[in-house]
């Protein structure tokens, strides 16, 4: 069945870049999906990339998308504090009505 | 817009006891979501909805069941609380066309005792 993997944690130090991967199986993928969830709220979408795009580029954030390897990634330029959480990968695939989430990846922030 | 609102915040129920987890949108969405989210675990879907009237099994249907008699409500039901239901629960909705984009409520955190 279709099923998105992603590491559970990353630490990365204040200013540097941050990269989060991801997996996916589903190669009917439409749309790809990074939300956010800060402590004790709920999900909140990042960015999103359409299945024919390679890249996607939103002021800090920049999504590059691999559809032959089935690898996406997210990676936050100049890591702040405020981008401490965890971040889900998701796609839509062969299921219009269903989107399938990775286990999410905490990322801490390191002065 | 108050977007997805989930009530109650918290509750603590005890083994056998039942709830209702209440969930409105007012968005005018058709697509509507319940999953949880254990520690470590990411999302799991429970129910979905496309719209009012229709209803279906998500991934870990199994001691919930829900009803979509509104576009804005999707109640989620507790019928025997178990300990393996304790976890947190999110609603999420959503409109059906363009980037299925997913909006989530603040989640409902339940313990069962």
């Known amino acids: 069945g279709e099923d998105v993997e992603q590491s559970l944690f990353l630490s990365v130090r204040e200013g540097d870049s941050s990269v989060i991967n991801c997996t996916y199986t589903d190669s009917s993928s439409t749309y790809l999906y990074w939300y956010k969830q800060e402590p004790g709220a709920g999900l909140q979408l990042l960015t999103y990339i359409f299945s024919n795009m390679d890249m996607k580029q939103d002021q800090r954030l920049t999504v590059l998308l691999n559809k032959k390897d089935k690898h996406l990634s997210l990676r936050i330029a100049d890591t702040q504090t405020g981008d401490s959480a965890i971040y889900f990968c998701a796609e839509r695939g062969s299921s219009a009505s269903k989107i399938i989430f990775g286990s999410g990846t905490r990322l801490s922030i390191r002065p | ?113």
């Open chain 2, 1 to 113: 817009n108050a977007g997805v609102t989930q009530t109650p915040k918290f509750r603590i129920l005890k083994i056998g006891q039942s709830m209702t987890l209440q969930c409105t949108q007012d968005m005018n969405h058709n697509y509507m979501y319940w999953y949880r989210q254990d520690p470590g675990m990411g999302l799991k879907l429970i129910y979905y909805s496309v719209g009012a009237g229709i209803t279906d099994k998500g991934e870990v249907p199994n001691g919930y069941n829900v009803s979509r008699s509104t576009t804005e409500d999707f109640p989620l039901r507790l019928e025997l609380a178990a300990p393996s239901q304790t976890s947190v629960y999110f609603c999420a909705s959503c409109l059906g066309q363009g980037t299925y984009e997913q909006y989530f409520g603040p989640g409902t955190r339940l313990t069962v005792t």
